[in-house]
């Protein structure tokens, strides 16, 4: 996060101090009533050492403050939410006297899932009484014994204050570098509110956002949403913005409560992905336009441009990937497997070998030395005789804060090393670089307080790339501008708690099986019959959703199957039957299965398993095969060559968590018939579930609506195969599917005019009315879609001799 004046970044005046002034009215007897209740939030990732240093913070927190003339004491409770550290953070222990609650996660999600993860359990109805305030603080995080107290003061002196946050210092130097934040009007960059202390701490600094790292919210407020699901960077700016929206109320730090953490203009590796693609979303939450969008979007590219031309073009490809990711609106999780990780920086202790390497292809031994003034004068001390060392003799030597050339002096050094070429053999540069170290050396050292880089500097190769990138940076700069992607909405608690992949703790999940039932009355009675017969299903809670038969299908399930319970409805609701028997169920885990499906029973036990094991997945989908000849209901299935978690496909057999069922409302009713069960596995996908497929994992399904297509078919199929386009598709691969899909139905009604007309009638009827809305929080981001089509597509080649 840079550092820079308001001025500079277009704000329009410089943040002051408000004083809070306004009376407050205490009844001594509510004070006396209870004390406040604050759950505090700590993700912690493989730091262990931090973690105990800030649980003795906590446990030192003043447990009393003064109200209004009164003093109300504190009742603090903290969940530690171990983001699936490589060793248990439960071992660390704490402090005997501080209530301390350890949820472990089965994946690493992130500062804002870890966040969520314990939000969402502090929130949760439970024999402790729900929290009035929410306090999150990164694991790496010290706080004083008056941080809490003071941004409770501050809280409750100002009913309309939902987020507060601390000064933030510098562990190192002690010194204040952030008191609040805002968004740059003009750049879009994120910048300190205040970037040291106030001369006057008594009141508080508006502000557009606070840091994570120590910031105390309302819970009440924070029921609303929780932070947006972007894995980090720039989570807590939008998370701010929007919810002091919802709630009608404004952000503030408060200048008396200090925290310290690490500085956030650190030299960042894999952020960089995060901060290029996570930066547009809290633009869009203030109503900034285009022209911002592409200034924020270009300082991303030239960000690209400078690390190509301090020779790291790993680094450079990161700024890029978020650019292109930002703009196709793929904005949550953690940083695709496409997406490489950046080289890590060295250890000092490895810089004499370095330097060794280096001098042997080097010409006259000449180099350059400039250090970034916090690299601290005994490592500056050490590069500097390491260098000498080594056999070059330093041509000149400065620190950042020595060095006074402005932007048109440092060009002009770079224009002269670009047409020249390099002056000596090392540079060694600070690693953020500016334009008088681009081609400084024919070998570049980048140096940072955590270690360097080595990298040698071809110089037609660097330009080239140079070139290529700020191209392409500014092409999806104005893509950005021109056509922003929709951000997602804030995920509510209960959708949080149902897809946070928790660790196991080896129970088995209890199972309702859901069977949808219409005037096939002997293919329900022997779907029922199989499962009070199979071991993982004999002591399921059966539920029937009859969808009005007129065959006696609710009396002959009376009849034969009386331990099954019966959900009779009034008319023929079609898919929307499955959800009435849903809404009945008491399972953890529900079976939704046709009345002309049997799933193996092995293959149900198997997957039952598996879903007790992960808490990442949140569906297992069964292969639809017929049980007299054996073939597969999906073409594509050919192709499955081992098990998936990311199947965009559901069909007539599927194994759902009950929460996330209902955290998505089960199947959109819009669909009424077909299509409906791939429209629930890509909301899935979105969600952050996992849709788990095995191909030895079989269904039988004696449908004879597989074989043949009526009418009815064919006009709704193809009206909800271009609702999935448009609900679930994004850019080139929308319009593709839209159109296989389209001319697909075409070629399977063959020489039926009506077929061809009930096609035309669903096609149109899919781009001029909408399927239901999804939930807010719920941004599909295109590549569920993509998979899906692309399954298709390869289903239709013919298969390798």
Known sequence: MPLHSPVEHGLASTPRVVPLDRPVVVDARAVRARAVRVAAVVPCFDRPADLALLLDDLARCETRHERGGGVRSIDLRVIVVDNASREPLEGVGAPADLRVEWVR??????????????????????????????????????????????????????????????????????????????????????????????????????????????????????????????????????????????????????????????????????????????????????????LVRFRRAMLEAARAVNQELMARPDLARLHLAGLRDGARGRTTGSMPTGVRHP????????????????????????????????????????????????????????????????????????????????????????????????????????????????????????????????????????????????????????????????????????????????????????????????PATRDAEIIVADNASADGTPDAVREHAPWARLVQLPTNEAIAGFNRGAAAARGDALLILDDDARPDDDALAHALALLAARSDLAAVTFVPVHPATGACEWPFARRLEGPRDDWPVMGCCN??????????????????????????????????????????????????????????????????????????????????GLAFGWLWAHRLAGTSLRSHAAVARGALEGLSRRPGATPDWLAPDGRAWERFIRLHLASRRRPRP
């Open 343 to 534: 080289e890590p920086v060295r250890p000092w202790s490895d810089l004499a070998g370095a330097l060794t390497e280096a001098s042997r292809d080097a010409k006259d031994k000449r180099c350059t030395i400039s250090l970034p003034a916090d690299l601290g004068s005994e490592t500056a001390r050490t590069v500097i005789r390491e260098t000498r060392a080594a056999g070059f003799t330093p041509v000149r030597t400065a620190t950042r804060n020595q060095r006074t050339e402005r932007v048109r002096a440092g060009v002009g050094a770079f224009l002269r090393h670009a047409i020249a070429g390099p002056p000596v053999d090392l540079a060694v540069v600070p690693a953020k670089g500016r334009p008088v170290d681009w081609l400084a050396g024919r070998t570049l050292i980048a140096v940072t307080a955590g270690g360097f880089s080595i990298r040698r500097v071809p110089r037609a190769r660097t330009l080239a790339r140079a070139v290529l990138t700020a191209a392409r940076g500014g092409v999806l700069a104005a893509r950005i501008a021109v056509r922003p992607a929709r951000p997602a909405g804030l995920p509510p608690p209960e959708a949080v708690r149902a897809f946070t992949p928790r660790s196991s703790r080896e129970r088995g999940l209890t199972l309702s099986v859901v069977v949808l039932s219409y005037n096939r009355r002997d293919s329900l009675l022997e779907t029922l019959r199989r499962l009070r017969a199979g």
């Open 105 to 290: 996660l089965a994946v690493n999600t992130g500062g804002s899932g870890g966040y969520n993860a314990g939000m969402a359990v502090a929130l949760q109805a439970s024999g402790d009484e729900p929290p009035d305030f929410l306090w999150l603080v990164d694991s790496d995080a010290r706080v004083e014994p008056g941080t809490l107290g003071a941004m409770l003061d501050a809280m409750e002196r100002d009913d309309g204050l939902v987020i507060a946050g601390a000064a933030i210092a510098d562990p190192e130097t002690d010194e204040v570098f952030e008191v609040g934040g805002r968004v740059c009007r003009r750049t879009g960059s994120f910048v300190p509110a205040l970037a040291s202390h106030p001369d006057d701490s008594a009141g508080v600094v508006p502000c557009d956002y606070v840091a994570s790292c120590c910031a105390l919210v309302r819970a009440p407020a924070a029921r609303a949403g929780l932070m947006p699901r972007v894995f980090l960077n720039g989570d807590d700016v939008e998370w701010c913005i929007r919810l002091a929206r919802a709630a009608g109320g404004h952000v503030a730090a408060v200048p008396a409560a200090r925290a310290r953490h690490p500085r956030f203009d650190r030299f960042p590796l894999g952020q960089r992905y995060y901060s290029a693609r996570n930066a547009f979303a809290p633009l869009a939450a203030l109503g900034l336009g285009p």
């Open 655 to 736: 194994l759902v968590r009950t929460a996330a069922w209902r955290a998505l409302g089960g199947y959109d009713e819009a669909f009424q018939l077909y299509r409906n069960d791939v429209d629930l596995a890509m909301r899935l996908l979105a969600a952050g579930g996992g849709v788990h497929v095995n191909p030895d994992w079989r269904c039988e399904h004696d449908s004879p609506a597989a074989a043949r297509k009526s009418d009815r078919w064919f006009r709704t199929a193809t009206r909800n195969w271009v609702w999935l386009a448009r609900r679930h598709g994004r850019g080139l691969w929308r319009a593709v």
